[in-house]
């Protein structure tokens, strides 16, 4: 557990509340959690969406909530279309390609595949181009079943009317997700060719495992060099690629699971330097994710508790 999370649970022994509640919502914890960072991409912001969620928690007469799980869903939900809202005018002035905030995460996020899905660089990607609570009702709906009532409440909209924006955001979503399922052993085995190419600087097994219109994308924040456009086409990303083979022995690619898939971690003089997560469609790389940010790496350093059941 972070030491953010640590802080946000300590007003659960000290502030007076039952253990009931105090039980509930730690028990909760890691699906609010995966729920906050489904909608924002970020860790760091869904934990702050965790310390407002306790805060509001704490003034609920608990005696007149029958699910305790659909409320805190329902707090959640409505503290991170907020923070989603101001969280997109900030993306307006990022410095280059915002990617997501990547997770290592366990074996049981791999396990489940439509958790493991939905947390993926490119469908987190594909996300973000929904409207906030389009979103919102597609998360709550296709990852986590809420029912249509449920999410009405959650998002202050008529059941109808979720239910019309829950089939505009599957239509959406279907149209720009990869093309079809990829089993964990294929993403490994594709990381596995890549890895190697790079380490050995094959560039032209490079060009074999990358689609002819791939797509590289590099999150620097300004913060480090990155690309500040999108990298298109086999050639173009191969040759950025084999760069990465550059530093010699101060440099180590390591696999690692991140946000339920296989991934890449890449390491300067022992220090995480970037992590590299793949779209695969039809066998080949199409999507290139390279996240440089510093302030993004850290939840990189040990595993983050991610669920759709309550802990």
Do not use: C
Not at 172 to 189: L, W, Y
Request: charged share 25%; proline share 5%.
């Amino acid at each position: 557990m972070s030491e953010r999370t640590t802080d946000a649970a300590e007003p659960l022994a000290g502030g007076g509340r039952t253990d009931s509640a105090t039980e509930a919502f730690v028990a909760h914890r890691n699906l609010l959690f995966t729920v906050a960072y489904e909608m924002l991409g970020s860790a760091a912001d869904a934990e702050d969406v965790l310390q407002e969620t306790w805060l509001r928690w704490t003034g609920v007469d608990l005696d007149a909530v029958r699910d305790p799980r659909a409320y805190l869903v329902r707090i959640t939900t409505r503290q991170a279309l907020s923070r989603l809202r101001t969280l997109r005018r900030r993306k307006e002035s990022y410095v280059g390609p915002w990617l997501p905030e990547p997770l290592l995460t366990a074996p049981d996020v791999a396990e489940d595949v439509e958790l493991a899905d939905s947390l993926s660089m490119a469908m987190l990607l594909v996300l973000e181009t929904l409207a906030p609570t389009e979103r919102a009702v597609f998360v709550l709906r296709e990852v986590f079943d809420l029912e249509y009532d449920e999410i009405a409440q959650a998002v202050d909209k008529s059941a109808a009317a979720v239910r019309q924006i829950a089939h505009r955001a599957r239509a959406h979503v279907a149209a720009r997700r990869p093309r079809g399922p990829v089993s964990p052993d294929e993403t490994r085995d594709a990381l596995k060719a890549f890895q190697r190419a790079i380490e050995t600087g094959d560039l032209q097994r490079l060009l074999d495992l990358l689609a002819p219109d791939v797509v590289f994308l590099g999150d620097g924040g300004g913060a480090v060099q990155a690309a500040l456009v999108p990298i298109v086409g086999a050639e173009s990303v191969a040759f950025l690629a084999a760069r990465l083979s550059r530093f010699g022995a101060a440099a180590s690619l390591q696999p690692a699971q991140v946000n339920g898939h296989p991934a890449l971690i890449h390491r300067l003089n022992g220090e995480i330097n970037t992590v590299i997560a793949v779209r695969i469609d039809d066998g080949l790389i199409t999507g290139l994710y390279a996240v440089r940010n510093p302030e993004k790496l850290s939840r990189v350093e040990q595993e983050t508790a991610m669920s759709r059941s309550p802990s």
